[in-house]
């Protein structure tokens, strides 16, 4: 899904720069679940360093990659075998099941090209959906990660 969710935080002039851990959470709009997530942050005073966008679009293999520690990341030689310790990744992942979106399975609903099938909040589904594992496992550097997106300072709000 390309699109995310941004909130601005406002952050004390007084703390000094330095690597942190954000908490937070979020309420589901269309399920009766609250998640709770964590993220490391960069703090730096403005003029210092270019800041990151507040949204960047992901390439959307994480869910197949080791070092993103996707959970389909083990099914790279599971393309051609469904038994033993393939057969994971040929059934319903355990755990991501919500109800407002289609099952989850990292193999078996991939698109021709082995891509991930579109799928857009509100869409009815029959089947299965898969993250597209095959095509990003065949594409060079797609598990690589990257730096964020950044912007001018002027481009930055300042909330008071």
């Given at each position: 899904?390309?699109?995310?969710?941004?909130d601005?935080?406002?952050?004390?002039?007084?703390?000094?720069?330095?690597?942190?851990?954000?908490?937070?959470?979020?309420?589901?709009?269309?399920?009766?679940?609250?998640?709770?997530?964590?993220?490391?942050v960069?703090i730096?005073?403005?003029g210092?360093?270019?800041?990151?966008?507040?949204?960047?679009?992901?390439?959307g293999?994480?869910?197949?990659c080791?070092?993103?520690?996707?959970p389909c990341a083990?099914?790279t030689?599971?393309?051609?075998?469904?038994?033993?310790?393939?057969?994971y990744c040929w059934?319903?992942?355990?755990g991501?099941?919500?109800g407002?979106?289609?099952?989850?399975?990292?193999?078996?609903?991939?698109?021709?090209?082995?891509?991930?099938?579109?799928?857009y909040?509100g869409?009815p589904w029959?089947?299965?959906?898969?993250?597209?594992?095959?095509?990003c496992w065949?594409?060079?550097?797609?598990?690589?990660?990257?730096?964020?997106?950044t912007?001018d300072?002027?481009?930055?709000?300042?909330l008071?």
């Amino acid at each position: 899904m390309h699109f995310g969710i941004v909130d601005k935080v406002k952050i004390p002039e007084s703390l000094p720069d330095g690597d942190y851990i954000l908490g937070f959470r979020w309420e589901c709009e269309q399920l009766p679940q609250v998640w709770s997530n964590c993220a490391d942050v960069k703090i730096r005073k403005k003029g210092t360093a270019k800041a990151t966008k507040p949204y960047s679009d992901w390439s959307g293999c994480e869910p197949c990659c080791k070092n993103t520690m996707g959970p389909c990341a083990n099914c790279t030689s599971c393309l051609n075998d469904k038994s033993g310790a393939c057969e994971y990744c040929w059934q319903p992942l355990k755990g991501f099941t919500f109800g407002a979106i289609p099952q989850y399975q990292c193999l078996g609903y991939e698109t021709a090209d082995g891509g991930a099938p579109d799928w857009y909040p509100g869409m009815p589904w029959k089947t299965g959906w898969s993250p597209g594992c095959s095509k990003c496992w065949k594409t060079k550097d797609s598990c690589v990660q990257s730096d964020r997106e950044t912007v001018d300072d002027d481009a930055v709000e300042t909330l008071v």
